[in-house]
């Protein structure tokens, strides 16, 4: 359904992705993992429409979507849950909920309700918080959130950045078993993850960047007993974190 | 009259004139939160919206019509100017927008000499009668037919950003502006009608107080200013503050024109600005500097 061909993308003299081809098929979830500064969120930035890239193509369902704006990728179906969640604080986490269906809450007013029921469903942690302030919420309800802001816009295809990142690994757990829930719903879903060994645990495929590029990819279960991930990845992490998240 | 009396016009006359300050500080802060931009055009707005009703009233038009089509096209006026003038430069630093609308005041008011001329234009009290008289000060009525107009613009600023989902799309662009765009929110079209909407306020503003003030070309200059120096007061982020900082520079203005000296109108206002500048400057920059369109 999306394909990214020769994609580059510069930040300021920084160049932030060198010629990367990608190719993610409708209903797959794929992680995309890659020590800090590789390229992984300004990927996912230019797929969202954050940042223009400076040459390639980007293709959603054949259809050329290279360049466009962000208002415009999430009317196409493209909807990011950023690095900094980037939430609105001071409005209630009702509020943001609807928000996140902008482009369509005219239109479909009733389905809005439904889909807010559906997300509460989805994080019953976020129950009885629905009229408190988004920022008073903690760092795992402010992800789950944001993970629910974003499906507010009903996306064909989601895109999670570092999701587990500086929560606890009980938090971390739910998140992710409410990531293996909307895939079996067939939402497509990209994943970056620092967290590797979680991240492919739910995943089909794996990519690792480095760089700016993509220099491996693979099914996410080879991927756990592949040599070079072990070693630059899920050592780290293993070291890092207990054994609780695997 | 006694000095009770006296002392109580002072006030009186204080909250007219802060009524009309608070009313232009309500569209600077409310624009400047939207789109980062301190439009010290707005002055203008109430000078062609004043003048523009003059006109239409000297030609036979009823007031209530007069205002309606003056309104209407400063609406349209402030969207044109954002899209000709804001727009092209919105990714440019915060002190170049300012100076932008800097021009544009020059610009429109150079607009204004040109159609009007120097002539000051008048427009009829809303109601008749004279003046109220509250233990010995006399009340314009038409002072309060102004702080009532800050009152509706308060009222109305705070149920559409509080209990309206667009008024909550224009604080979600606010609060943060990329979690805004990616839920599809363009805050261009949101600058846009902002500066429509200063428009339309700026336009109703000038309108009330043209029967105190008669309309001129220059009138918006000095507003201008002062409704700048009072959003500043008000911390450039509220819309209380903005009126707070109105209400305060009108009073401080008229005692200090009646008990000191009538010279001292207009100084006051800049001698508070600086005072609030060296006050807590480290505020004011941030939040000049620190946003864009
Ligand atoms: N807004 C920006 N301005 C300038 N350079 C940037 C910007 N964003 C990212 N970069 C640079 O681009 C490169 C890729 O950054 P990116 O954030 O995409 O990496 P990442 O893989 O997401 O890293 P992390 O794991 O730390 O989140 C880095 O060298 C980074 O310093
Ligand atoms: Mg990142």
């Known amino acids: 359904m999306l394909e990214i061909i020769g994609l580059q993308v510069n930040h300021g003299w920084v160049r932030a992705l060198r010629d990367l081809s990608l190719h993610i098929h409708k209903g797959e979830m794929v992680a995309v993992i890659g020590a800090n500064g590789a390229g992984k969120s300004t990927l996912l930035g230019a797929l969202a429409g954050l940042y223009k890239p400076a040459g390639g193509r980007i293709l959603l369902n054949g259809r050329s979507v290279t360049g466009k704006p962000a208002e415009y990728m999430v009317r196409q179906g493209i909807s990011l849950v950023p690095e900094r969640r980037e939430i609105f604080n001071s409005l209630t986490v009702l509020d943001n909920l609807l928000l996140g269906a902008y482009h369509h809450y005219r239109a479909l007013k009733d389905a809005v309700r439904e889909d807010v029921k559906r997300v509460l469903e989805l994080f019953p942690a976020l129950r009885g918080r629905e009229r408190d302030p988004a920022g008073t919420l903690s760092g795992g309800l402010q992800q789950m959130l944001a993970i629910g802001r974003g499906l507010m816009a009903r996306p064909s295809l989601l895109l999670l950045d570092e999701p587990s990142s500086g929560l606890a690994p009980l938090v971390v757990r739910e998140i992710m078993a409410a990531l293996a829930d909307l895939k079996q719903t067939g939402m497509t879903i990209v994943l970056v993850e620092q967290n590797t060994a979680a991240a492919l645990k739910v995943t089909d495929r794996a990519l690792v960047m480095e760089r700016g590029r993509i220099v491996l990819s693979g099914c996410s279960d080879e991927m756990i007993s592949n040599a070079r991930v072990q070693q630059a990845y899920l050592g780290r992490v293993r070291a890092a974190r207990p054994a609780a998240v695997l | ?293």
Not at chain 2, 105 to 133: K, M, V
Not at chain 2, 200 to 217: D, H, K, N, S
Not at chain 2, 252 to 257: D, K, N, T, W
């Open chain 2, 1 to 293: 009259m006694d000095l009770t009396g006296q002392l109580l016009q002072l006030l009186f006359t204080g909250f007219t004139l802060g009524g009309i300050y608070a009313l232009i500080a309500l569209a600077l802060v409310t624009t400047f939160n939207i789109t980062g931009v301190l439009n010290m055009a707005q002055g203008e707005f109430l000078a062609l919206g004043a003048l523009l009703a003059a006109s239409l009233c000297a030609a036979g038009a009823s007031l209530p019509l007069a205002f309606v089509i003056a309104v209407a096209t400063l609406a349209l006026l402030g969207g044109l100017l954002e899209r000709s003038a804001i727009h092209p430069a919105r990714h440019a630093p915060g002190l170049i927008l300012i100076i932008i609308t800097i021009g544009l005041s020059i610009s429109l008011r150079g607009l204004a000499l040109l159609i009007w001329g120097t002539e000051p234009a008048s427009l009829p009290a809303f109601s008749g009668g004279g003046p109220l008289f509250v233990m010995g000060a006399a009340v314009n009525p038409q002072s309060l037919w102004i702080l009532g107009l800050v009152a509706l613009a308060v009222a109305g600023l705070h149920a559409f950003f509080e209990l309206t989902y667009a008024g909550k799309v224009f604080r979600a662009c606010e609060i943060n502006r990329t979690g805004a765009r990616l839920v599809g929110i363009n805050p261009a079209a949101l600058s846009f009608l902002a500066f429509a909407g200063s428009g339309a306020l700026g336009a109703a503003a000038g309108i009330f107080i043209a029967p105190v003030t008669l309309a001129t070309y220059d009138m918006g200059f000095l507003l201008g200013v002062k409704g700048c120096v009072a959003a500043i007061i008000g911390g450039l982020n509220s819309v209380g503050g903005a009126v707070l900082g109105g209400l305060l520079l009108g009073i401080l203005e008229a005692f200090g024109a009646g008990l000191v000296s009538s010279g001292l109108k207009d100084a006051l206002s800049l001698l508070v600005l600086l005072g609030v500048l060296l006050g807590r400057p480290e505020g004011l920059i941030g939040a000049v500097a620190g946003r864009k369109v």
